[in-house]
């Protein structure tokens, strides 16, 4: 076993590593070397190619990762006007924040996007690496520009409206997923944001289908849903607000939802588990199997609401990761909501496991 530590210190330090030098590096023949990799194999231990390993709580955020800006109005906004406000930059992007929150809660995370070779792609990745995020699958194109997204907000805290400039995400291909399928694949559970195009998507749930990889997606916008494939075979649950769930269900927009209805038709492309968001009431909760619930949030004295959604998909990821059912997962992510909520920032720096525990324990025990 002392061997088997040394070969899987040297390979996690390079999954690239070659048979040849993990021998010449502990000292044994190349034929030991294979001889232990293919008994790590067997047992799970290593999947794939380029002897990627398997950990526990590791996650795959696949989409994007912008720079933010959010512009707070001082007093109620004016159309057509000059508004007072304070503005803030900051790494965004919805699978990033996501994956930023998994780290804050000690989970190995791993982040797959696409930045431009420019100042803003740079830092967005050095300032994600710094949160604890595994940033070497992402990749930098030349000539490109690095994602951005920018909010108006009204003294509340609520959006008034947001720009968007991801023409980036249009370069991510099925190819990219295919190249990095040895890190899909060792990977515990997948997040993906629907940034990404089309192709992209129905590859990706598809290599998840084909593999019995849980996947998580989040549909970002109403606009962005509609890139999803009709068959959703294979997502293991998905995160529209009430908007993208009627996209999805391809219903008609009414002043009394049906949310039980609206999930049903969502099940019937293919998805095991709906969180329908419908602000101050909660989510809406619905399994394949039949079981639905609406499950109120926690009252919250809200400072911002933007990163609140992708806080709750952390959440409930984590619950998934420790073997909650994903009832118990979504109170976990009702959670990880309410400490973002309180905060202007996009991450909360207040999200830890201790705190999220302990919101746990005094809000739903």
């Not at 996209?247 to 588990?273: F, N």
Request: with cysteine; glycine share 8%; proline share 4%.
């Amino acid at each position: 076993m002392d061997r088997e530590r040394q070969i899987m210190d040297l390979i996690r330090h390079n999954p690239f590593i070659s048979q040849n030098d993990i021998a010449a590096s502990i000292g044994i023949s190349r034929s030991a070397v294979a001889g232990y990799i293919a008994s790590l194999t067997k047992r799970g231990v290593i999947r794939g190619r380029a002897y990627v390993t398997a950990e526990d709580n590791s996650v795959l955020c696949i989409g994007g990762a912008n720079l933010d800006s959010k512009a707070t109005a001082r007093q109620r906004i004016r159309a057509g006007s000059s508004n007072p406000a304070s503005v803030a930059t900051s790494c965004g992007g919805v699978a990033r924040n996501i994956a930023e929150n998994l780290a804050r809660l000690s989970c190995s995370v791993s982040l797959l996007t696409v930045v431009g070779d420019d100042q803003a792609g740079q830092w967005v990745l050095k300032e994600t690496a710094a949160a604890g995020v595994n940033t070497a699958l992402a990749q930098t194109l030349t000539g490109e520009k690095t994602g951005t997204y920018t909010a108006l907000l009204d003294p509340d805290g609520e959006m008034f409206v947001a720009y968007a400039d991801m023409d980036i995400y249009d370069r991510f291909s099925p190819r990219i997923l295919q190249e990095k399928r040895p890190h899909i694949s060792a990977s515990k559970l997948i997040v993906a944001d629907a940034n990404l195009p089309a192709e992209t998507l129905a590859e990706l749930i598809q290599l998840c289908r084909d593999g019995s990889l849980p996947l998580l997606i989040d549909p970002v916008s109403s606009g962005k849903a509609k890139k999803l494939p009709a068959d959703l075979t294979g997502v293991s649950a998905i995160f529209p607000n009430l908007e993208e769930a009627v996209e999805l269900a391809g219903a008609v927009p009414s002043d009394k939802p049906d949310y039980a209805e609206l999930a049903r038709a969502i099940h019937g492309r293919g998805v095991s588990h709906a969180f329908i968001t419908v602000g101050d009431q909660g989510v809406f909760h619905s399994s394949a199997d039949g079981e639905s619930a609406l499950i109120a949030p926690i009252p919250t004295n809200i400072v911002e609401v933007t990163g609140a959604g992708d806080a709750f998909v952390a959440g409930v990821a984590y619950g998934i990761l420790h073997d909650r059912s994903y009832r118990e997962a979504c109170r976990i992510g009702l959670a990880a909501s309410h400490l973002t909520l309180q905060t202007a920032e996009s991450v909360s720096a207040q999200l830890n496991e201790q705190t999220l525990q302990q919101t746990i324990e005094e809000r739903f025990q």
